[in-house]
């Protein structure tokens, strides 16, 4: 049974180290950076060790040659003889590496007198004195040559450069083995540390995997990295402004619900008078009433929806430079015709050219709203005053009215969504300044309500800060 489940767990091990390499996991990605990185990084350190084997060898080997050229010059000065002969390695006294070392002993004349068996017959190096390299052939030879005291003899001794090579390679290969039997036991130790390291994203993605689709609380983890913190940041960010925007679609859905079912139940109530009225008159002033009506729900609805799209939070304000002169010319021209309508005098006046930053269409539909307002309750045949001021700190749009007004304890409830002034009897939704708040809020403008000329109506001002 113990070596049944010792196999099973290798086995599960195997299986996850496995995985772990598999498919674009950050855990995969830092496994293999990490593992090429040391691969890499132990490739180096082998070139670099034997590129250094081979300098710590050739200077090993040329302090042989050197040594070994002048134990031979001196035991050969008593043995030579004047017939050229060949000596076996086995006569001179050898290290491990001078088993392959060549010599040959010239006299002055440069005729051989003696020479080891390996070594070839011709000339080890044109050089007579120090080291100095030779390819014989087709082999390369280290070589040094040395005269005696009264320049009668010259040794040569030569080493094939292989030897070096060979004895390098042996050392970066010492070097190397370890490494390379270091990686397998290395991998597992860089794995759990990066699953260690990983831990606290594994918790942040059980912590959101876990959650309800309607909790959208911040995530609160302790403990966790400098590196992991943004992000968790970030992702509470999101969730507040998911939170944010499900609740104001919730409160919108209710407001528009509750707004729409007054009108829409007059429009049956109407309707179905005219299907019973006998009488043209009559039906046709309960036709009226249904078009009044629908136009009022058109309204309503075409002010939702741009409430809806001028969320402070999510709407997107653009920072170009536009004439307000232009847009309020613009807005007044649409409007005049309801002005007429009610014979209103309706007038602009501007100091001189304004320019204002920001979102000309938003800026369009503050206006729009402010003058229809202004319209809507300014009794007939009366005065509606629009202005462009400009000062050193900001720009100013006026409209002024010399209709009912709003007294000042309302003042700051008229912004809200649906709010109606106490015995108000002109149609409207509540939602003009409510709209015009919000478009003066993302161009970071001030919106103020004061008393009309002489007291009466209602003056407006906007401020927009020159930025």
Known sequence: MPDNFSVSALLKWVSIFHRSFSGSSLRGRLLKLLLSSISLFLLVVS?????????????????????????????ASTEITEAPSVVSDSDYPTMEYERKIAFQIRDKDGN?????????????????????DSLIDGRKWRVFSHW??????????????????????????????PFLLAIPLVAPLIWFSVEGGLRPVNLISVEVRRRAVENLKPIIITDVPDEVRPLIDSINKL???????????????????????????ALKTQAQVAMRASENEQRKKALEQVISGVDRATHLVQQLLTLARLDPQ????????????????????????????????LTF???HGSVVKGDAEMIGILTSNLVRNAIRYTPEEGRIAVRI????????????????????????NVFERFYRTLGNRVSGSGLGLSIVKRIADLHQAEVELDSGENGKGLWVRVKFKKR
């Open 314 to 345: 999510f709407a997107q304000v653009g920072d170009s430079k536009f004439d307000l002169h232009q847009v309020v010319v613009g807005v007044l021209t649409d409007l005049a015709p309801e002005a007429l309508s009610k014979k209103i005098e």
């Open 47 to 75: 070139l670099l060790a034997y590129v250094n084997s081979h300098r710590e060898a050739d200077q090993l080997f040329d302090a042989q040659l050197a040594e070994s050229a002048m134990v031979l010059l001196d035991q």
């Open 239 to 265: 969730l507040g402004r998911l939170e944010y925007s499900f609740e104001n679609e919730r409160r919108f859905t209710a407001d528009a619900a509750h707004e729409l079912r007054t009108p829409l139940a």
């Open 349 to 351: 006046e501007e100091d």
């Open 112 to 132: 051989l007198l003696l020479r080891s068996a390996i070594t070839p017959t011709q000339v080890l190096s044109e050089r007579s004195e120090g080291f100095s």
């Open 389 to 412: 001021a400009e000062d050193s700190d900001a720009t100013w749009l006026h409209v002024v009215d010399n209709g009912p007004g709003i007294v000042p304890e309302e003042r700051a």
């Open 148 to 177: 005696n005291s009264d320049r009668t003899l010259q040794i040569q001794v030569g080493q094939l450069h292989q030897i070096r090579s060979a004895l390098a390679g042996k050392i970066a290969i010492s070097l190397l083995v």
